[in-house]
């Protein structure tokens, strides 16, 4: 329940923020070529009771994803090309007093809604889950298991972030760096206050690590996260990592109309992708 004082106004005793209605959640996934698997990220997201909205925000796909993404009824927004500008792009045009941040390859575990209300109601403004990645290989077992401590080098962006949506811009969002945008953006939460942790565990797909061999990608994650702890800056770490970004398209068709369009519905009439607001709406669903 949304009964926590809002600390914006601390100090002002008349206006401590109660609701009876509990917390909704809007559930930003971003995506670049997902068409495979994201009508089914967006389905998965929507059945939990709680989610006001899935907003599946497109870096350039060349795919059908925003089809799919439609398809599965999702608000589909279109962004500059990586998941920090992306994930930006779809908290300003979220309507929930709740954010919550998924990959498109990541599924919620079971009673989410609950274990995320039970974590904010304790205090919290923001936290994470653990990850499982449902594969037998000693490695990601290893990472599976670390993820259930809760230190900035076990929590990463699978960990399906929630956060208040007023800390989040408070933060000033994700920063849109290529790689490590989650790291940084659990760093300024930690900064901000103790992060907490939901019951369960998100589903995470190891085809990242399946695709490059896991030992391989587990010391390059190792390497480059290093790298980043000492001060190399994203930009330069990003190109010894797989971009989606470097298979997307440049936002190339646009309508006549100025919206930009990627895809086309069912019956064959473009898919238009709309940018979302420079700002917020003024009023947010479940506040």
Same mark, same amino acid.
């Given at each position: 329940?949304?009964?926590?004082?809002?600390?914006?106004?601390?100090?002002?005793?008349?206006?401590?923020?109660?609701?009876?209605?509990?917390?909704?959640?809007?559930?930003?996934?971003?995506?670049?070529?997902?068409?495979?698997?994201?009508?089914?990220?967006?389905?998965?997201?929507?059945?939990?009771? /709680? +989610?006001?909205?899935?907003?599946?925000?497109?870096?350039?796909?060349?795919?059908?994803?925003?089809?799919?993404?439609?398809?599965?009824?999702?608000?589909?927004?279109?962004? #500059? &090309?990586?998941?920090?500008?992306?994930?930006?792009?779809?908290?300003?045009?979220?309507?929930?007093?709740?954010? =919550?941040?998924?990959?498109?390859?990541?599924?919620? #575990?079971?009673?989410?809604?609950?274990?995320?209300?039970?974590?904010?109601?304790?205090?919290?403004?923001?936290?994470?889950?653990?990850?499982?990645?449902?594969?037998?290989?000693?490695?990601?077992?290893?990472?599976?298991?670390?993820?259930?401590?809760?230190?900035?080098?076990?929590?990463?962006?699978?960990?399906?972030?929630?956060?208040?949506?007023?800390?989040?811009?408070?933060?000033?969002?994700?920063?849109?760096?290529?790689?490590?945008?989650?790291?940084?953006?659990?760093?300024?939460?930690? *900064?901000?206050?103790?992060?907490? *942790?939901?019951?369960?565990?998100?589903?995470?797909?190891?085809?990242?690590?399946?695709?490059?061999? +896991?030992?391989?990608?587990?010391?390059?994650?190792? /390497?480059?996260?290093?790298?980043?702890? =000492?001060?190399?800056?994203?930009?330069?770490?990003?190109?010894?990592?797989?971009?989606? &970004?470097?298979?997307?398209?440049?936002?190339?068709?646009?309508?006549?109309?100025?919206?930009?369009?990627?895809?086309?519905?069912?019956?064959?009439?473009?898919?238009?992708?709309?940018?979302?607001?420079?700002?917020?709406?003024?009023?947010?669903?479940?506040?």
């Amino acid at each position: 329940m949304e009964g926590t004082p809002d600390p914006r106004h601390a100090g002002k005793r008349s206006v401590a923020v109660v609701s009876l209605q509990p917390d909704s959640f809007s559930v930003v996934i971003p995506a670049v070529n997902e068409a495979a698997i994201i009508g089914a990220a967006v389905t998965d997201a929507r059945a939990h009771a /709680g +989610v006001a909205e899935v907003l599946v925000v497109d870096g350039g796909s060349r795919d059908a994803t925003l089809d799919e993404a439609r398809a599965a009824g999702a608000r589909v927004l279109c962004s #500059p &090309c990586g998941r920090g500008a992306q994930m930006n792009a779809g908290a300003r045009a979220a309507r929930a007093s709740t954010l =919550l941040f998924l990959h498109a390859d990541c599924r919620l #575990p079971r009673d989410a809604v609950v274990a995320m209300r039970d974590v904010l109601a304790r205090g919290y403004h923001a936290g994470t889950f653990a990850i499982d990645y449902g594969s037998p290989h000693p490695v990601l077992r290893m990472v599976s298991w670390l993820s259930r401590l809760q230190a900035p080098w076990t929590e990463f962006g699978e960990a399906g972030l929630f956060v208040r949506r007023w800390l989040f811009e408070r933060l000033g969002g994700y920063p849109e760096w290529p790689v490590f945008e989650d790291v940084e953006m659990l760093a300024r939460l930690r *900064r901000a206050g103790p992060l907490g *942790r939901a019951r369960g565990q998100v589903r995470a797909s190891p085809r990242r690590y399946q695709s490059a061999g +896991v030992w391989r990608q587990q010391f390059r994650n190792a /390497g480059l996260y290093l790298l980043y702890q =000492l001060g190399v800056p994203p930009r330069r770490l990003a190109r010894a990592y797989d971009q989606d &970004c470097a298979h997307s398209s440049p936002s190339e068709r646009v309508a006549s109309h100025g919206e930009k369009v990627y895809g086309s519905d069912v019956s064959g009439s473009p898919l238009n992708c709309l940018p979302p607001p420079v700002s917020p709406p003024s009023s947010a669903i479940g506040r």
